[in-house]
């Protein structure tokens, strides 16, 4: 014991104990004034007694009571915290024993801290079915500051109906290095630890195995905001607390409501016996080695309590990703916003785009739209998420789809877009018109907006962490503006996402099937004519899992599946039909994902599906989202197992079918496209792969699984150009989508030409060479360089083209080659080349 108040002399002891003297109400809408008034706190026979009194007529609050505290005069670090005391009881009565930081190290409340060792309210006030009310309860105060501010805690009741009302009890937390459990007569019934962050194979964090206590603070070397998962706030000094409040926000709206004022008088007292402060000698810096447990001490079903902590954002690790704020449904984590306005931003029906965000402006300047920040984030399951675009700031845009209901009333108002970083760190503001599209806000129409991620960098936008996004009037000018927005994202246009197709219609040789320990051999059969060639799994009485395997020692390639890319929106999906059913009834049937050889995973039951089915004797979809597989311990940067089966031990005698295995991004598999697909696994009617004067002829060949059936060129001695070449009489038309098309293609290249000097080149024809633009390949909008064997995209504007002297309206001839007589040797595949509006 390093610290105690027996309450053993004739007056409250002032070398211990402060009285704070306030009529403040605690920040609660309370009902008391603190004094030091002998009749609100005095000792008697060993005992600190605290009552709650009427005030006097006139006086600034309807009671008075009293607050000790310890602050300046002992303060604590770790160790067992207990009182042993009599509460009072009564609608409207709230004592408390608590602990909060003395020097704020993370700031103000909360985020420094607070720990509560006991607080009741109403005792003994008739509870909804009509109970005295017994509950005690132990509660953490930490997080972001208020409003945004998380508590977690638990309740607890005497056994055998004792109230605490009645008489004396020990109440009592043991604080150690990150954990703190709450006891009444040394009974455990809760505990509470600090967050465990769950990493990836690349060592960055990427969910929370345990979710506990964080805070929000803002480091005073260099002024950022930190959000951290550690000990804090909970690792520095905190002092005691000793109060008996009257009212509230809690105690008067539950119970029997109010306040009772005939409950507080100098009979219904806090009656304290004494408070004590234990040191744990094993190791007093951190607390630990006198733990006092019991079974089920840290068992969520039991005494752990979950926290409210954050969930970490995916981290950084250069790859190139897409954000969606908003395209008709809210993004959790981007608040619609109006900064000064008033106005709250609402969702309203749109007959061309569905829900749709609706922002206002009327007298007070404002400016409005999305954002990313703490304060503004009202989603419960909402997390400030700045985005990453600096990998995409060659190929990213921001664009959004806007329509203009009314007007401002004053004429002319320029209307402006402006994004922020890092909390206003770094900032950009253009006119609306200098978007791609150029064009002004017109009263009832839709209209695009798109603004190269490279425009804004180049104004000196940091796009490493975006998290505004601000469409408006000049400021001032406003009043009266009424439009919709739709469709905001920061996004490529043309990106190819990250996805692997596991089976389909035959086995992947990287990704083969597998029983793990049933000693079976999975088969390839033939189904019906929607699915044809499908994976069959037979389960014998060997319990077993069964599925899919990258892993090298199972006959994989190795290569194990990063889905970062798609963390937000992609899925694992597949095909399942159960051709025997097992034998032990009603036996669930499972889906299981492992990452990095069995280092991390995720097991749910196949009912959790997106669709929420259970296998039957008819094909069904079974689609699982990887953010929630993720939340559910899975590291995603390195999937190398999925799994599908009966839970262990009861699949004997099922039999069952899989088919259209995949992770992949919904909707990005292939953009929907407004034109020509030229090439995609096969060529477009009416068109040839083409070598226009070396004599040989291009090939379709199979790729890799991404790619599958693809164009191959080979280029010999013979100078020659190669690529796509229409029938004669055969052009296309790509005028109507000059503003906004593309000229799209992907390549790969095999082997390099022979010659040093050589330039890949790109070049198109229209009207039967009437007219022709060659570029470098460089000149793409990706501006990158082949390199062999890797898969690259080029992209080039319609604008661009026509701007060069392309007539678009009758295209003929897409060509792809090393500029003329340098080619000899180079081999190289092209694939998903496009003309149109994508």
Not at 189 to 195: D, E, H, N
Not at 741 to 753: I, L, T
Request: aromatic share 10%; proline share 6%.
């Amino acid at each position: 014991m390093v610290w105690s108040d027996e309450f053993s002399g004739s007056t409250i002891d002032t070398a211990k104990w402060t009285h704070e003297i306030d009529c403040a109400g605690g920040g609660n809408q309370e009902a008391q004034c603190y004094t030091d008034a002998p009749e609100n706190s005095w000792i008697e026979d060993g005992v600190l007694n605290i009552a709650a009194l009427k005030a006097a007529e006139g006086a600034e609050k309807p009671y008075t009571s009293a607050r000790l505290t310890t602050k300046g005069k002992a303060d604590f670090l770790y160790g067992r915290i207990e009182m042993r005391a009599k509460l009072p009881v009564g609608q409207g009565s709230w004592p408390a024993f608590w602990m909060l930081p003395t020097d704020n190290v993370y700031g103000i409340w909360p985020r420094s801290g607070e720990i509560d060792i006991v607080e009741a309210v109403n005792l003994k006030a008739k509870d909804a079915e009509g109970n005295p009310e017994a509950h005690v309860y132990g509660t953490l105060h930490y997080g972001r500051e208020w409003p945004k501010n998380e508590q977690s805690g638990k309740a607890y009741t005497l056994p055998d109906n004792v109230n605490p009302g009645d008489d004396f009890h020990t109440y009592a937390i043991e604080w150690q290095q990150g954990e703190i459990r709450w006891y009444v007569d040394d009974y455990l019934y809760a505990t509470q630890r600090r967050s465990e962050l769950r990493y990836n194979a690349k060592e960055q964090p990427v969910g929370l195995a345990y979710k506990g206590w964080f805070t929000e603070y803002f480091d005073q070397s260099t002024g950022d905001l930190n959000l951290t998962w550690g000990n804090q706030p909970f690792d520095e000094k905190f002092h005691l607390m000793l109060n008996f409040a009257v009212g509230g926000n809690w105690p008067t709206n539950v119970n029997e409501t109010g306040i009772d004022e005939t409950a507080f008088n100098s009979e219904n007292k806090y009656q304290v016996d004494y408070v004590r402060v234990y040191q744990c000698n094993a190791n007093p810096d951190t607390g630990k080695g006198c733990e006092t447990v019991r079974p089920g001490y840290d068992k969520l079903d039991d005494a752990l309590v979950e926290g409210k902590a954050p969930a970490p954002t995916p981290p950084s690790d250069g790859v190139a990703k897409d954000l969606l704020i908003f395209d008709s449904m809210p993004n959790p984590n981007w608040a619609a916003w109006d900064c000064c306005g008033g106005s709250t931003p609402d969702l309203v029906a749109d007959a061309d785009k569905g829900d749709v965000y609706r922002f206002v402006v009327g007298e007070s300047p404002t400016v409005n739209g999305f954002i990313s920040r703490s304060a503004f984030i009202t989603d419960p399951e909402g997390v400030p998420s700045p985005f990453d675009a600096s990998p995409i700031e060659s190929t990213g845009v921001l664009s959004f789809a806007m329509k203009l209901v009314s007007a401002p009333a004053a004429p002319d108002v320029t209307w402006s877009v402006k994004l922020e970083s890092n909390e206003g760190a770094t900032a950009v503001e253009v006119p609306i018109t200098d978007s791609t599209e150029g064009v002004l806000p017109t009263v009832g129409q839709w209209q695009t907006y798109s603004f190269p991620l490279s425009l804004l960098a180049s104004k000196g936008l940091d796009l490493s962490a975006i998290d505004v996004v601000m469409v408006f009037p000049a400021w001032g000018s406003g009043n009266g503006a009424e439009y919709l927005m739709d469709e905001v994202k920061i996004a490529r246009p043309n990106a190819t996402l990250p996805s692997v197709v596991i089976f389909a219609d035959n086995e992947n040789p990287d990704w083969p099937m597998w029983d793990c320990c049933g000693g079976s051999t999975p088969t390839v059969v033939s189904d019906d004519a929607e699915h044809g060639i499908v994976s069959e799994f037979s389960i014998g009485s060997e319990p077993t899992v069964m599925g899919y395997t990258n892993r090298t020692e199972f006959g994989g390639s190795g290569a194990t599946f990063d889905a970062s890319a798609i963390f937000e929106k992609g899925l694992i999906q597949f095909d399942l039909k159960v051709v025997n059913a097992p034998t032990t009834p009603d036996a669930p049937w499972l889906f299981k994902v492992e990452s990095n050889n069995g280092d991390s995973a995720a097991e749910v039951a196949l009912t959790t599906s997106v669709e929420g089915v259970a296998p039957t004797a008819e094909w069904q979809t079974f689609s699982f989202s990887l953010a929630d597989l993720s939340a559910a311990g899975l590291d995603i940067s390195a999937i190398d197992v999925l799994m599908i089966f009966p839970a262990w031990g009861q699949g004997e005698g099922a039999v069952y079918r899989i088919d259209n295995v995949k992770i992949s991004q919904p909707g990005a598999e292939g953009p929907a496209l407004d034109g020509l697909t030229l090439f995609v696994d096969q060529i477009a009617d009416a068109w040839s792969i083409w070598d226009c004067c070396s004599g040989s002829t291009p090939a379709v060949v199979s790729d890799d699984n991404e790619h599958g059936a693809v164009a191959e060129y080979v280029i010999g001695e013979q100078p020659t150009v190669v690529g796509f070449f229409a029938d004669d009489g055969v052009y296309y038309d790509a005028s109507a989508a000059v503003s906004t098309g593309v000229v799209r293609f992907d390549m790969k290249v095999v082997s390099s030409p022979s010659d040093p000097s050589s330039e890949w080149t790109f070049k198109i024809e229209s009207g039967d060479a009437s007219s022709a633009v060659e570029l470098s390949l460089s000149d793409s909008v990706e501006g990158v360089e082949p390199v062999v064997g890797q898969w690259q995209t080029y992209t080039f504007p319609l604008q661009t083209l026509a701007d060069a002297g392309l007539d678009a309206s009758a295209i003929d001839v897409l060509m792809v080659f090393p500029s003329w007589g340098t080619g000899d040797g180079a081999v190289f595949r092209l694939d998903n080349a496009i003309i149109g509006t994508p």
